[in-house]
């Protein structure tokens, strides 16, 4: 199946930084990347859907400006969680859709925990 | 609105033995998709099996297969000859497309463990 690399796969930063995460899909062209977070113990909740070449969709109840999402080529999409509180810790997952496929393809994710 | 509803929280099998994972769905859309994925401790999510709305025929990959009973909007999980390395969440997923955008919408998960 097709590849999908994150990265950091973890990362602490202190109360009030920013924090980028990188998603990449290494063998194929993602136009589509979705960005979800994971509670312990929970179900992926989706965050918002990045497009390549064009804004993202936000789920309802995601602060946009909270949680940047850049999809600058058909194999990057970055999440930066900007100013980042205690309450953003959580396990952060994207994933691709290879446009030949129909199954989406996850990265291993990135935990992150904010001090 | 999609939902995704798995009512087991965790389930044990013996070794060798077969497990049916159960979900049932809502919706209104009339082409959508089912997914099943694994979830092992390490956090990745690995995909397992799918199911299109209008397959008529049951998936099966290897030793997964997908019961898909449309009239009763299920698409239950069968693992058979579980192995210890089945020991994991599973999560069930529907897929649709609103504004031409596919999103998906995943149930809260299965925890199995496989007993030796």
């Known amino acids: 199946g097709a590849v999908v690399s994150q990265h950091p796969s973890w990362v602490i930063c202190k109360s009030g930084t920013s924090v980028k995460i990188e998603c990449r899909s290494l063998d194929f062209q993602a136009t589509t990347m979705f960005w979800y977070r994971q509670f312990p113990k929970q179900s992926l909740m989706l965050m918002a859907t990045?497009?390549?070449?064009?804004?993202?969709?936000?789920e309802q109840g995601v602060e946009k400006d909270k949680f940047l999402i850049n999809h600058a080529s058909l194999t990057l999409s970055t999440l930066t969680v900007t100013s980042a509180h205690p309450e953003d810790s959580s396990f952060y997952i994207c994933?691709?859709?290879?446009?030949?496929?129909?199954?989406?393809?996850f990265g291993p994710g990135t935990r992150l925990t904010v001090t | 609105a999609q939902k995704i509803t798995q009512t087991q929280p965790g389930m044990f099998v013996q070794e060798k033995e077969a497990v049916t994972l159960d979900c049932t769905y809502d919706?209104?859309?009339?082409?959508?998709?089912l997914f099943w994925y694994k979830q092992p401790s390490s956090g990745e999510m690995i995909f397992l099996i799918y199911q299109g709305s209008y397959d008529e025929q049951n998936a099966t990959e290897g030793r997964y297969s997908l019961n898909f009973q449309k009239a009763r909007k299920s698409a239950n999980l069968v693992i058979s000859a579980s192995q210890l390395g089945d020991s994991a969440m599973y999560f069930c997923a529907m897929s649709t497309y609103s504004g031409g955008y596919q999103k998906v919408t995943f149930g809260i998960g299965t925890k199995l463990q496989v007993i030796p």
């Open positions: 990045s497009n390549e070449g064009s804004k993202a969709t936000y």
């Open positions: 994933s691709a859709r290879d446009p030949g496929q129909i199954e989406q393809y």
């Open positions: 919706t209104s859309d009339q082409s959508y998709g």
